[in-house]
């Protein structure tokens, strides 16, 4: 609903788009241009931007240039997240501070960090006792060793870890190595493995040696997960292992793996490296995408992309991106 009247989710997803351009400072004279012929377009366009403006307007009370930096997608980590932030915002059924704080507690979580990577960056970290962590984009991590473990809290994004075998008095370091994520506790077993923090569910991958997994409400729940083996699990449940994929050994050699993927699923995933709105065209959806590409030019992707399917990019802004039916 905008002004009391229904409007389509593709309207208030570009609405919401059009919003985060127009605070970023980064439109040009064409986006402002583009902007406003999108709103005399279609008489539901312009209803769903005076709906904008009546929102920004309660925003305005509320620190904006704070309130822009958690939301906007072009700034910096955790860009899809704070994407669907705006758009809760702005297309809730209510609309209310808590809906604001909760998601500026996370961009926040993610900004103190100890340490972190922006949009497709990647980040090694060497550890006190000898582990070894590299970051994927838009990740986070905090660190807090003590007398009685070794703790990692994942609090965004994706994370490759190589435990270390620092000696204490001559001994192998007796502390218990693990990784906290929203859903469950990861213990490792003298092992190398990677752990994703996504919404609702924590994935892992272990490449040698185990882990232990436990979900955050079922403590009697614990589940061994071995090598060449990933899985993924909720607060309540860890799922069945499956056998590691060229997908999940990917990112750490700087590639994206497509194996007859959904090119929605595909372009979900790669807009996890690109800053700025990567969108599906709903017709397009379903056509499948086999391939390993470098992630190092993700504009180079989608051209090959276009490629080996029947599909073309449309731009409408540098950081509005759509793939959709070649005509």
Known sequence: MACGQPISEATADAAAEWLTLMMSGAATDGDRQRWQEWRAADPEHELAWRHIEA??????????????????????????????????????????????????TQAWR???????????????????DGTRILLNTGSA??????????????????????????????QPDPRPFIVQTEEGRIRALGTRFMVRQDDGYSAVAVLESAVEIVPVEDAAGLRLLRAGERATFTRYAVEGAAALSDRDLAWPRGQIVAEDQRLADFLAELARYRTGFLRCDPAAADLRVSGVFPLADTDRILDMVTRVLPVRIRRLTRYWVTLELAA
């Open 55 to 104: 929102v920004t307007q309660r925003l305005s009370a509320m620190q904006p240039r704070a309130a822009y930096r958690t939301l906007s997608p072009y700034a910096g980590p955790a860009a899809r997240g704070r994407r669907k932030a705006v758009r809760l915002l702005l297309w809730g059924t209510a609309f209310g501070t808590s809906a604001l704080l909760a998601s500026r």
């Open 110 to 128: 993610q900004a103190a960090a100890d340490y972190s990577t922006g949009v497709g960056q990647q980040h090694a970290v060497a550890l006190s």
């Open 141 to 170: 991590i905090d660190v807090k060793f003590d007398g009685q473990r070794r703790l990692l809290r994942l609090v965004a994004g994706e994370a490759m870890i190589i435990t270390g075998h620092a000696l204490v008095d001559g």
